[in-house]
């Protein structure tokens, strides 16, 4: 089949999906600067651009460890009621600026309760900030609707408690649950009591997984905890004696058959020192030999990203086309934790119409 050639106008008006993309990771620097001064914090500069080239710097580093510290000053200032309204708020509008249709947005709550608030009170809060978004959108004619995954913190011992306000918000704009944090020696069945609950009460959960710990951590999550989508997973490569020949494991080869998605975020990635570069990433093997991978942005403030640029990266420096963009913006759709009748009504009504618009309008290579 002929590619479909790509440019940046064209990767701008494709409808996007995305799954793995953490709240206190996608602040608006002047945001944070105006929050921050309200709330008495200190940051590394006030100014929003010297503070967003602040962050991919030490996003840069390869260091998961530093990585993860950059959230202190996003935190920071998410600490009230007014501060979480308006970076939920902006967050959907980012999205929706951005061409995403449909997106999953996670967070600790237990990261949000300095202040005073309790984690009940945090989650109603962002959702009201979520919906005040959405509603907005909407009336600007980008409509995107956002799903919530609440995370319990790996390393401390609120998990299960974060796992019962996904099983109580349920009906109330929370999809799912995951865990976050720092994944080497914090392994997923340290949390299995909280994966049992969410799996009785029939809350879907991802897990992230094989970014910073190898194989034992993906086959943990979903073989013994039951996760239904891997968090990044770029180290399943591990259990692929041969990219070129797909010659898979048995973990590799269970991940595959069963389409348990893959929520991998290229640039996040390289800055983690997960993935070498963006031609050498392994979503692009993965996509090929049939992985159900789909492509995320993670932390757009600390990543300085977006699903525009994500699909782009791609685009230049490992050669996909259009097709390939769509097929993991299909994989992304097919895996939300949505009731399946909503996820067709998805692809049927808004995906597909929007990928074919591209394909019709692009000059093939």
Known sequence: MTATRV???VIRRLPKAVL???????????????????????????????????????????DLVRYIATFEHTLAVMQTREGL????????????????????VRYAPELNTR?????????????????AGMAKAAAAGTPVRVGTLLCGMRMFDRVREAADLAVAFRDAGVVGFDIAGAEDGFPPADHLAAFE????????????????????????????CGAQRIGHGVRITEDIADLAAGKLGRVAGWIR?????????????????AATSIAAHPVTALKDLGFRVTVNTDN????????????SLLVEEAGWSVEDLRTVTVNAVKSAFLP?????????????PGYDAALRTSPRA
């Open 20 to 62: 793995h993309d953490h709240l206190d990771g996608g602040l608006r620097p002047a945001t944070v600067v105006e929050l921050a001064q309200a709330v008495g914090h200190t940051l590394p500069t006030t100014d929003p651009d010297e503070l967003a080239a602040w962050y991919v710097e030490a996003a840069n580093s390869g």
């Open 197 to 224: 609950h969410l799996r009785r009460e029939n809350v879907p959960f991802t897990i992230h997984a094989g970014e910073a710990h190898g194989l034992p951590s993906i086959h943990q999550a979903v073989q013994v």
């Open 257 to 273: 058959d069963r389409r348990i998605a893959l929520e991998m975020c290229p640039t996040s990635n390289l800055q983690t020192g």
């Open 85 to 104: 309204l308006r970076t939920a708020e902006e967050y959907v509008l980012d999205l929706a600026a951005d061409g995403v249709v449909y997106g999953e």
């Open 300 to 311: 757009r403030l600390v990543s300085g990203t977006s699903m525009t640029r994500e699909m």
């Open 7 to 9: 440019d940046t106008a």
């Open 115 to 131: 202040g005073g608030l309790t984690m009940s009170e945090v989650v109603e809060t962002v959702q009201e900030g979520l919906a």
């Open 340 to 352: 399946f009748d909503e996820r067709n009504a998805l692809l049927r009504d808004v995906i597909l």
